[in-house]
């Protein structure tokens, strides 16, 4: 079972190890002084290692935390969440369903975004629209899909034509004509 | 009082059909984006910002600041009608405005939240134009050393009164640091943190940053909270309005307290955010009707909604006078005056004063025409909250891939865009603060930039950051801020910790 403790734990330490790439790639610019000054590595390389330290350190806190935090200190910190302060830390941090939920809004999105090379902006997304409507909403396939289109459409509108912002076309769109 | 002349000039500049007109449609625009779930003022203007780049400066300014404004009155309306804050910094009102609405008040919650707000921002802007000038004059006398000073003073200060855990907000900012050392360096052009990848190269623009961070991240909680909308009636009785307006003077006392935390917080880093509850906590501890608080009381709809918008609007001082912005919009904001080809920070004063003093008396114009098109709006916003989510978060998603792809015209920043999602949604759920993100991926060539210039000064010596008065009395601030969370709470002096400022 994931927890909230998990998540703690987990996202201190991957920070940490972004902080030592950060510290690794500094490395490589020269971290100490340079006869113009200090070398181009020398800010990150500092900045890199406040990360890993204070990366672990919230990892450590959070393992060791076995109290529950006051309520109010977290209702306070987010107030998105008002009633998660009155939940231990070993609490689970993901209900029943939320990840189906969440998977199922962002894996699309995913995706639709891997496909913006080959199918364009346009295209990509007018399918993301119309799997996403159908399935979130189980809105029938020729309402999803005229709302997508409408959607798509419009914002073509807007940037191509009226802003002249040209957005990526893909592989195929140029093939139906659409430059 | 030179200023006053300045301001009269900038009304010359920010008095136009043209702009009038693209503050109508940057408010209508912000209201929608205070509106939608997912959508709020800082990515709102992230979106937008891509297509003012071939717009006059003062032009962008105005319509990215009337979208700002915009989106703080559009959050205030779904907190009232629907319980929902469409911006963090409204949540505060939901307590007092909801129930209001639930007893049939909904006009008179609507009305008193927008008015006491306008008021509030006028406050701001008005602290604006008294002080702006003289800050920026003073800071003139800055160098290297003391602008590092600054900077660093604006990050301790998130750290110490942002009222998240401070060891969080500390590697929130650090992250956003780091992030903003990616790509060209621009003093050596040595390339960094790249790896050899090619699409690192432009580095990773703090554009994409928020727009991932508050836009998809903020998306992914709402579908994981399984939004519902409750809405209650959204009509909007006329006389109820002026019997609201009518009543308003009776606050006096709560307006005067709220609009001074407002701008205090928002010329200090603290936000909107943190600003509203503040009032609210104290309205509901010392007001007149405090025992009514929580249960349908005006009062309690006045102190947040006056301190958000004034330090909403104070935030920009900071950001105009020093290039210090005092929240993530104006973070954003500030990115954007760069990316047009502007210096944030003292010598903007004296170099572009159409640019300052527009911007200055557009605020002016901006409130007052907010008020009026956002009660006039109800309705049309109200009904949009009742398209299913299943069509208006799928919309929301493909704005902000658009968005993101527009910042420079690149499908790897989309990616990246992705990505920041699902961080965005791990740090929120964690109460990871991301306001310090965006400040310090901002902030951060410039901080750098600072950092170095002043140790070339000094040669590699610290001891530059204490060798006159300023810096030294800066740097100092800037500890004592960082120490505060463990100085309060050696003296506990502090009850409980301030709200956090997450996205104000």
Redesign the interface.
Same mark, same amino acid.
Do not use: C
């Given at each position: 079972m994931l927890t909230?403790r998990h998540?703690?734990v987990g996202?201190g330490l991957a920070?940490a190890l972004?902080?030592a790439?950060?510290l690794y790639?500094?490395t490589e610019?020269g971290i100490g002084?340079t006869d113009?000054?200090?070398? &181009?590595?020398?800010?990150?390389f500092r900045? $890199?290692l406040?990360?890993v330290v204070? $990366?672990v350190?919230?990892a450590i806190?959070y393992a060791l935390a076995g109290r529950m935090r006051r309520p &109010?200190?977290?209702a306070?910190?987010?107030?998105?969440?008002p009633t998660e302060g009155f939940a231990a830390f070993d609490s689970r941090?993901?209900e029943d369903g939320?990840l189906g939920?969440?998977a199922?809004?962002?894996l699309p999105?995913?995706v &639709?975004? &891997?496909l913006?090379?080959w199918l364009g902006?346009y295209l990509a997304?007018v399918l993301?629209?119309i799997f996403?409507?159908m399935t979130? $909403?189980?809105?029938p396939l020729w309402k999803a899909g005229l709302?997508s289109v409408g959607?798509?459409v419009a914002?073509y509108a807007i940037?191509e034509i009226w802003?002249q912002?040209?957005?990526?076309k893909g592989v195929v769109l140029p093939l139906l004509g659409i430059n | 009082m030179a200023d006053f002349g300045m301001l009269f000039h900038g009304f010359t500049v920010a008095f136009s059909f043209y702009h009038v007109a693209i503050i109508v449609l940057g408010v209508l625009l912000g209201i929608l984006v205070g509106v939608l779930p997912g959508l709020g003022a800082p990515n709102g203007v992230t979106l937008l910002l891509?297509?003012t780049f071939t717009m006059d400066p003062v032009s962008a300014i105005i319509l990215l600041s009337s979208m700002y404004w915009g989106a703080l009155f559009g959050g205030s309306t779904t907190s009232i009608l629907f319980n929902i804050?469409g911006e *963090?910094s409204s949540? /505060?009102t939901t307590f007092d405005g909801y129930p209001m609405a639930k007893q049939g008040r909904a006009t008179e919650a609507l009305a008193t939240a927008f008015f006491s707000a306008g008021l509030g921002a006028l406050v701001g802007v008005i602290v604006i134009t008294l002080l702006a000038g003289w800050i920026a004059a003073f800071a003139l006398r800055f160098s290297s050393p003391e602008f590092f000073a600054i900077y660093l003073l604006a990050f301790c200060s998130f750290i110490g009164l942002g009222? /998240?855990?401070p060891?969080?907000t500390?590697?929130s900012l @650090? +992250?956003g640091?780091?992030f903003a050392?990616v790509g060209m360096?621009t003093?050596?052009g040595?390339l960094?943190?790249t790896?050899g990848y090619a699409d690192l190269l432009r580095g990773v623009s703090f554009l994409v940053a928020v727009i991932g961070l508050f836009g998809?991240g903020e998306?992914?909680?709402t579908?994981?909270e399984?939004l519902k909308f409750r809405g209650v009636s959204s009509r909007i009785e006329v006389r109820e309005i002026f019997t609201a307006l009518a009543r308003l003077p009776r606050y006096w006392a709560t307006f005067i307290r709220s609009a001074i935390i407002g701008v205090w917080m928002g010329i200090t880093p603290g936000g909107p955010?943190a600003a509203s509850?503040m009032s609210y906590g104290i309205g509901r501890r010392f007001g007149r009707n405090r025992a009514n608080f929580g249960r349908g009381e005006p009062e309690g709809v006045v102190a947040p909604e006056t301190a958000d918008h004034s330090a909403g609007t104070s935030a920009l001082l900071p950001m105009l006078a020093l290039g210090v912005p005092g929240s993530a919009t104006s973070a954003v904001m500030m990115g954007g005056l760069m990316i047009w080809g502007l210096q944030p920070g003292p010598l903007l004063f004296t170099e572009q004063p159409d640019f300052v003093w527009g911007l200055i008396a557009s605020m002016y114009m901006s409130n007052i025409i907010a008020v009026i098109l956002v009660l006039a709006t109800v309705p049309l916003f109200a009904s949009i909250l009742r398209i *299913?989510?299943?069509?208006i978060? *799928?919309?929301i998603?493909?704005v902000c @891939?658009?968005g993101a792809?527009?910042v420079a015209?690149a +499908?790897f920043d989309?990616?990246l865009?992705?990505a920041f999602?699902?961080v965005g949604?791990?740090f929120?759920?964690?109460?990871?603060p991301i306001a310090p993100f965006v400040l310090a991926m901002v902030l951060g060539d410039k901080a750098?930039d600072a950092?170095?210039?002043s140790?070339?000064l000094s040669d590699?010596s610290l001891s530059i950051f204490w060798s006159n008065n300023l810096v030294a009395t800066l740097m100092g601030l800037a500890i004592l801020l960082l120490l505060w969370p463990l100085i309060s709470r050696v003296f506990s002096v502090w009850q *409980?910790?301030?709200?956090?400022s997450?996205a104000g």
């Open positions: 909230r998540m703690e996202t920070l972004l902080g790439v950060v790639g500094s610019n002084w113009v000054g200090p070398a &181009a590595g020398y800010f990150p900045i $890199g406040l990360i204070l $990366g350190a919230i806190r &109010a200190d977290v306070a910190a987010d107030p998105s969440h941090f993901l939320a939920r969440i199922s809004v962002f999105t995913a &639709a975004a &891997a913006i090379p902006l997304s993301f629209l996403s409507m979130l $909403g189980k809105l709302i959607t798509m914002f940037f802003f912002v040209p957005l990526e | 891509p297509l804050p *963090p949540v /505060a009222g /998240a855990d060891m969080k500390a590697i @650090l +992250t640091l780091a050392t360096d003093v050596s040595d960094r943190l790896f998809i998306l992914l909680l579908v994981q399984e955010t509850f *299913p989510f299943a069509i978060g *799928p919309i998603i493909v @891939l658009i792809y527009t015209n +499908t989309v990616w865009a992705v999602g699902i949604y791990v929120k759920r964690l109460d990871y750098e950092f170095r210039q140790m070339i590699g *409980p910790k301030e709200p956090d997450a």
